[in-house]
């Protein structure tokens, strides 16, 4: 059962490189999130997709740039890495909207450095 | 004023303490409630919904105040294995989006 499946784990970058965070599900699910989270803090919505071929702004998604070819697949870009963008970074998904009993269902994570 | 507010903590417990957690929203608009368990350095994981009777789910029971807009968790009987951070979430009628609280640690020892 993969349910989410991030990649990479782990990354540290330099200060102006680009990287895309993977995400793909095998849960056939429509609604795809992407979060961040800071040391002690809760996580904030990135970017957003109902299904494959949009996608919506969260709280945060200045630096950001996310795409939604296929259902499975929900990619994260950062452009020119900034230090303000270490965090660790969480791709969720859901069938439907995330109402009663339709939990978002989340990956490992990618720790992300940036240096 | 946050979205939706928790108490930090950490809350420190033995082992069979009853704890509780409390959570404020503040959007009124408010429809589904959950309580999220994340383990350090892990994912957040559904614990349960939070429905407007009051819900249990073993030692673990949610309630809810839409008067006052809080909502709450409460853990009977604790074990070490119930030391994480619990998240109250939010999701406001008619958005495809979840508001996470920053969390409650909970530390329980022997």
């Known amino acids: 059962n993969a349910g989410v499946t991030q990649t990479p784990k782990f990354r540290i970058l330099k200060i102006g490189q680009s990287m895309t965070l993977q995400c793909t599900q095998d849960?056939?699910?429509?609604?795809m999130y992407w979060y961040r989270q800071d040391p002690g803090m809760g996580l904030k919505l990135i970017y957003y997709?109902?299904?494959?071929?949009?996608?919506d702004k969260g709280e945060v998604p200045n630096g950001y740039n996310v795409s939604r070819s296929t259902t499975e697949d929900f990619p994260l870009r950062l452009e020119l890495a900034a230090p303000s963008q270490t965090s660790v970074y969480f791709c969720?998904?859901?069938?439907?909207?995330?109402?009663?009993?339709?939990?978002?269902?989340f990956g490992d994570g990618t720790r992300l450095s940036i240096l | 004023r946050k979205e939706v507010e928790q108490d930090p903590g950490p809350f420190n417990v033995p082992e069979g303490a009853t704890v509780a957690f409390n959570c404020t929203y503040s959007n009124s608009a408010s429809q589904s409630f959950f309580w999220y368990r994340q383990d350090c350095r892990k994912e957040p994981k559904l614990l349960m919904s939070v429905y407007s009777s009051g819900n249990e789910d073993g030692r673990f029971t949610a309630q809810l105040n839409r008067a006052s807009q809080y909502i709450s968790l409460l853990i009977r009987d604790s074990k070490l294995s119930d030391s994480a951070t619990y998240l109250c979430?939010?999701?406001?009628?008619?958005?495809?989006?979840?508001?996470f609280g920053t969390g409650t640690r909970l530390q329980v020892f022997p």
């Open positions: 969720a998904s859901s069938y439907y909207p995330p109402t009663d009993n339709q939990p978002q269902h």
């Open positions: 997709s109902v299904g494959a071929g949009i996608t």
């Open positions: 979430v939010v999701n406001t009628y008619n958005t495809d989006k979840l508001i």
């Open positions: 849960m056939n699910h429509n609604y």
